[in-house]
């Protein structure tokens, strides 16, 4: 429970100090990193999974643009 406690209290001073918007483009790379993860520790990835990790990265960054674009 400690760990969990400790997780969500640092994510929240991550979104007070950075602000929501790129806290939300920095959440959607969650699901990037636990597959870049599995890889590392040897599980095997399917092309769906390859395929969902480029549309979120994909997403991101479009996101990160349109962010910088409209000077938030």
């Known amino acids: 429970m400690l760990p ?3 997780a969500y209290t640092l994510y929240i001073r991550g979104v007070a100090l950075i602000g929501a918007p ?3 483009i920095i959440s959607t790379l969650e699901p990037v990193t636990a597959v870049t993860l599995s890889l590392t520790l040897g599980y095997k990835t399917s092309i769906l999974q390859f395929t969902g990790i480029t549309l979120v990265l994909a997403s991101a ?7 910088r674009q409209s000077g938030s």
């Open 22 to 24: 790129r806290a939300s």
């Open 61 to 67: 960054v479009t996101a990160a643009l349109q962010n």
């Open 4 to 6: 969990g406690i400790a």
